[in-house]
């Protein structure tokens, strides 16, 4: 079973390194991964990224194009990105037989995750056709107070909320600072409430001690793990914490379509003996982008269709270094001659 990881977390959090040491710590177990990276603005990555947002989309471009700052041109990239979701997702099934793991680098905008429409589309998009799990990257020293704690917990949660997909909350730079303030005030308010009495009459305490008090179910049901990406501590009980999530959201989802089946074959009985057409994933993830292309703010067509045919996704530098012990050239040539000619002629057929 090849499951999808989807990085998140804020700026600086430590999801880029965890990245490269995911990668790292899967092929010394002779794993094979496929990294991309949906970070537009990134300057260096630690790895080298299989398929690069960077080369698709130029931010720069886009920032001019759509005069916005910084992050309005993120999440514009990201925006513009997912309506060519479809092409990364045959890209990393055609990979499926190589590849053990993908794993996707995000931008610190959760808001990409928590309000835009381009992070479920991704999210949905990959969850389609792979067991999915969100990784919640958090940087543990900054989250030592106990109201930035609860930020980043409301965040994971929203995230979580928002995507419909198991998540692993992951405390990070567990070298730096113990990370086992978190799992007690996960585990036990009383102790969180003690930390935010020495904020009494701060203005945002009460409101704080509530919504810690309205977390608690999140904080039952989470998955949390410590970790360091630097020296790699912890790293073997990620890994599980990860392959748990993804049997899980594989068992449910299998459940999910078998129900679905029978459903429909009940229904279908009823009405007529015709069978049922198949809808494929890329229809569905197709379907689901046309429908929501309106919803994505800021996101121009025009400027999407003067750049999408010179650069499809992952078709100018996917990068065919990752470790696969039989992987052949050639037939990685073929494989990615194959996906380019499909791409031209949809765009064509449109
Ligand atoms: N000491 C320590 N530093 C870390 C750890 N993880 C990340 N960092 C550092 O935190 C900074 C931001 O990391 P990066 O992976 O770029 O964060 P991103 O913005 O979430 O992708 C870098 O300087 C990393 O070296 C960790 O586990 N321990
Ligand atoms: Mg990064």
């Not at 990668?23 to 080298?48: F, G, I, M, R």
């Not at 429409?117 to 792979?130: L, P, R, W």
């Not at 009980?237 to 999910?256: D, M, P, V, Y």
């Amino acid at each position: 079973m090849t499951i999808a990881c989807l990085v998140l977390g804020m700026a600086g959090s430590g999801k880029t390194t965890l990245v490269q040491r995911l990668a790292s710590h899967l092929s010394s177990k002779d794993e094979c991964t496929y990294l991309v990276n949906l970070d537009p603005a990134v300057t260096q990555v630690p790895y080298e990224p299989n398929v690069d947002i960077r080369d698709t989309l130029n931010y720069k471009d886009v920032q001019v194009e759509f005069q916005l700052g910084p992050n309005g041109a993120i999440l514009t990239a990201l925006n513009l990105f997912a309506t060519r979701i479809d092409q990364l997702v045959e890209l990393l099934e055609s990979r499926e037989e190589q590849v053990d793991t993908f794993v996707v680098d995000t931008p610190g905008q959760v808001e990409v995750f928590t309000w835009s429409s381009s992070g479920s589309i991704i999210a949905e998009s990959i969850a389609s056709s792979f067991p999915t799990v969100l990784l919640y990257v958090v940087d543990t020293p900054r989250a030592t107070k106990p109201l930035t704690f609860v930020s980043n917990m409301i965040y994971a949660c929203s995230i979580m909320y928002r995507m419909q997909l198991p998540l692993v909350v992951v405390w990070n730079k567990k070298d730096l600072v113990s990370t086992e303030f978190a799992q007690r005030w996960l585990s036990d308010f009383d102790t969180f409430d003690e930390a935010m009495q020495q904020l009494e009459g701060d203005y945002s305490s009460n409101l704080a001690r509530s919504m810690a008090l309205a977390m608690e179910e999140f904080y039952r049901v989470v998955s949390c793990c410590s970790i360091s990406a630097v020296t790699g501590e912890g790293m073997d009980e990620l890994w599980s914490g990860i392959q748990t999530a993804a049997n899980e959201f594989a068992t449910f989802r299998k459940h999910k379509k078998q129900s679905a089946t029978s459903e429909e074959t009940t229904t279908t009985n009823d009405k007529t003996d015709s069978p049922v057409p198949e809808t494929t994933s890329r229809q569905r993830i197709w379907n689901k982008v046309q429908g929501s292309t309106e919803d994505i703010d800021h996101t121009s067509m025009e400027f999407y269709n003067q750049t999408r045919n010179s650069n499809s996704v992952g078709s100018r530098t996917e990068n065919s270094s990752f470790s696969c012990p039989d992987k052949e050239k050639e037939e990685y040539e073929a494989l990615l001659q194959q996906f380019q000619t499909k791409c031209s002629s949809n765009f064509a057929s449109e």
